[in-house]
């Protein structure tokens, strides 16, 4: 690991609140998107020479279009109440990553463009004209936010910072100031078919030999079907599941799953990624065309279910949206959604979680596990921010907590939670989601995970825990590159799946 | 009639018309302005029944207020429902005779104001003592608490220390709801209060006191967590998908 050009936070037993540090994080700027992958989302690339005009434009388009940001904009009354519950200013301690602070890098523009008291009295409300430097703030800081909704659990109103993030991300877009890591992403999705740029040959050969391996490890011919028309579920996963560790570990635990339950199942090339970066950016059509590259599958494939695996982000756009953006759900009397949900199994969920799948089964006693076989893990488990506050699982509310914890306690003996503070609902964020997973970013990736470092240090010192059991691609991508920096080791850091592929009995 | 009583009656109506038509047109704004995801912070409920129970312990208890910071919700609590009693207790001035209920609160309405007062010394401290919220406040988040506490002391002075012509006062008031104007009693103490909350009347409608209204409008409150079941989208979005 080479050595970080910034100082590591010290681990301490309980997250204390700093005093604040004024412009501590404003060095840090996100690689800006280029002119290829801009061109085709259809953003200009550089700063457009109408910036000023073109953002409020877009700014106001934006508050006709969202009640949240409407209503966000007008509600605050600066209490305080969300000031020290982002884990980015915890981990900075720079005032602007305050949730607050943050929403009134926006709400400072809002009011002087879109107020009465901000057109007349600009210094009264803390109003200002939208400037270069302003749009550097929003640059900054609107790239160190991980839209984890943390601070809309705590705020009296509701106010959620991940919209005004992505409202401030579409702005940027627009006149020209788009960020490349999420850019290229958002491309590479809609070119290849996911987030990785796999493309269906390499998809297939890697398939194969995790086939192979499968077999050699287990003796048992467990498939890895791709783009098999009638089956009966199609699975859609983040694509780094297809090759990344430990995510790999993740997607043979599927494979066992279904094997063991007799499904017939398969993946698509198409849909071959269930993360949907248009989320992270504000941009409706975006996010709408490439989760109809699911729809498209299911169609083409005439599958009966739809099931999504472990990613946060994938799940929140696929529990909360989907039915919304593609039809995928129940509900719909518009021929667009009739369409898909006639041909769609009506018994089941749609879409399901891979972990409600799985857990599903276990009730039902369809599958077998040898326990002791995960014996030498002691597991805690960190609940995903999209997973805890944007979705949920199974029927009642806070399923979307039981459920994994279920799974895991169904295949392993050893399990200890973090501090109830810092799990469920107030879970802290791995601190790399929301389009801030890269390298360029890797000061805030590492500083945003100090809450969660702390709750996690505290079950390895006291019940010996020495497994962090995730269900997000971007969580297992995050703490494997972060987790080192606390002195962790990385092979700590697994899903959930993997521990059922451990313990689950073949036959 | 004086020329005072013909100002503090137009400044009246023209900060109750402010107020009505203000409040009337931010909720029409909110409720045209579609939601075109579903975005409830979740945990959340999964009936419409359940959500007014959530929205009802938002209003009354500040629950996620109460999960956040145990000080804010204190002053913040203390200082609305001790304004709440004070506004129901005031009640009385537009009614003859009075509800039972406002004839009930009366005695609690007086000392509800003390409990107001120190809530808001409580939020006004934190705004100098909090390294935090000292940053994010505005001299416009100083004046909304100034002006409030202002309001509350001037009428706490008339209750406690020198009473204005009550009698006389009702008449006025009951005058500005039936139009047949009369005299306003001119103590110093009632003219600033009166002057103080009529101006805080006529802001309500363009600054944070829109947080009343907002609270029923936020998404991530006031939206049920059904999905799957059922497929929302909004006007904009369902005119993109017929292209």
Redesign the interface.
């Given at each position: 690991m080479a050595v970080p050009e910034f100082e590591v936070p010290k681990l301490t037993e309980y997250t204390e609140v700093p005093k604040i540090n004024p412009g501590v994080m404003a060095h840090v700027k996100t690689f800006p998107a280029a002119e290829a992958s801009q061109t085709f989302l259809g953003y200009p690339w550089a700063l457009t020479d109408d910036w000023q005009e073109r953002a409020i434009d877009k700014m106001g388009d934006l508050l006709g279009k969202y009640r949240s940001l409407r209503v966000f904009m007008d509600a605050c009354v600066h209490c305080g109440a969300c000031t020290d519950k982002c884990h980015y200013f915890l981990g900075t301690a720079d005032p602007k990553n305050m949730p607050v602070a943050r929403q009134d890098l926006m709400r400072q523009v809002y009011r002087r463009y879109f107020t009465i008291p901000g057109k007349i009295a600009p210094w009264l409300v803390g109003a200002k004209d939208l400037s270069k430097e302003i749009l550097d703030d929003w640059y900054n800081y609107y790239h160190q936010c991980s839209e984890c909704r943390r601070c809309s659990v705590y705020c009296p109103y509701g106010i959620d910072t991940a919209e005004v993030t992505m409202a401030g991300r579409e702005i940027l877009n627009t006149i020209g100031m788009g960020q490349k890591y999420s850019s290229e992403i958002l491309t590479k999705v809609q070119k290849i078919g996911n987030n990785l740029g796999l493309p269906g040959p390499a998809l297939e050969d890697t398939l194969l030999g995790l086939e192979e391996d499968i077999e050699l490890d287990t003796g048992v011919p467990v498939k890895i079907p791709l783009d098999v028309k009638g089956s009966e579920i199609l699975l859609v996963t983040p694509s780094a599941d297809f090759f990344s560790e430990p995510h790999v570990e993740s997607l043979i635990g599927y494979a066992k799953v279904f094997h063991a339950a007799g499904a017939s199942w398969t993946l698509s090339t198409h849909a071959s990624e269930a993360g949907n970066f248009g989320l992270f950016n504000g941009n409706y059509e975006t996010m709408r065309k490439v989760a109809m590259r699911i729809r498209d599958a299911a169609l083409e494939l005439g599958v009966k279910r739809i099931i999504v695996g472990e990613c946060g982000h994938a799940w929140r756009v696929a529990y909360s949206f989907w039915n919304t953006l593609t039809g995928i759900g129940f509900g719909g009397n518009d021929p667009f959604s009739i369409e898909l949900q006639q041909q769609l199994d009506h018994r089941y969920k749609q879409p399901m979680h891979i972990c409600e799948y799985t857990w599903d089964l276990i009730q039902k006693g369809t599958l077998k596990f040898d326990k002791s076989l995960n014996d030498d893990r002691v597991i805690t488990f960190h609940d995903s921010c999209n997973v805890a506050r944007g979705s949920r699982m199974g029927e009642e509310p806070g399923d979307q907590f039981t459920i994994p914890r279920n799974v895991i306690m169904a295949v392993a003996n050893n399990f200890h939670d973090m501090a109830p503070e810092t799990i469920g609902e107030g879970t802290f964020c791995c601190g790399g989601g929301g389009g801030v997973l890269t390298d360029d970013l890797i000061e805030v990736r590492v500083k945003g995970a100090l809450p969660r470092m702390n709750a996690f240090n505290n079950v390895v010192q006291a019940d010996g825990v020495n497994f962090l059991a995730l269900i997000c691609a971007i969580c297992k991508a995050q703490f494997t590159k972060v987790i080192p920096y606390y002195g962790f080791d990385r092979s700590m850091v697994g899903g959930v799946h993997q521990l059922v592929s451990t313990a689950i009995k073949l036959d | 009639m004086t020329s005072l009583t013909l100002i503090y009656t137009g400044l009246y109506y023209f900060a109750a018309i402010v107020l009505i038509a203000g409040v009337a047109y931010?909720i029409v704004?909110?409720s045209r302005?579609?939601?075109?995801?579903?975005?409830p912070?979740?945990?959340?409920?999964?009936t419409g029944a359940g959500v007014a129970m959530r929205m009802a312990r938002?209003v009354v208890l500040?629950e996620?207020?109460f999960?956040?910071?145990k000080w804010?919700w204190v002053f913040?609590w203390m200082f609305h429902v001790g304004l709440a009693l004070v506004l129901l207790r005031h009640v009385r001035y537009f009614q003859e005779p009075m509800w039972f209920v406002i004839e009930f609160v009366q005695p609690y309405g007086t000392y509800a104001s003390f409990m107001m007062v120190a809530g808001l010394l409580g939020?006004w401290a934190?705004r100098f003592l909090?390294?935090?919220?000292r940053?994010?406040?505005?001299?416009?988040?100083h004046?909304m608490l100034a002006l409030l506490v202002a309001i509350g002391v001037s009428g706490m002075m008339m209750t406690f220390v020198s009473h204005t012509d009550i009698v006389a006062l009702k008449a006025f008031t009951l005058g500005l709801v039936t139009f047949d104007w009369q005299p306003l009693p001119s103590d110093g103490p009632l003219l600033v209060h009166l002057a103080l909350v009529a101006l805080l009347m006529i802001?309500f409608p363009?600054?944070?006191l829109?947080?009343a209204p907002?609270?029923f409008?936020?998404?991530?409150?006031n939206q049920v967590?059904n999905?799957?079941?059922?497929?929302?989208?909004?006007p904009?979005?369902?005119a993109?998908?017929r292209k």
């Open positions: - | 931010r704004e909110y302005t579609p939601a075109p995801l579903k975005i912070t979740t945990p959340a409920p999964t938002e500040f996620s207020l999960k956040s910071n804010i913040g939020l934190r909090v390294d935090r919220v940053y994010i406040s505005t001299p416009s988040d004046l802001i363009i600054s944070k829109l947080h907002g609270i409008f936020s998404p991530t409150r967590d999905p799957r079941e059922t497929r929302s989208i909004a904009w979005a369902a993109a998908e």
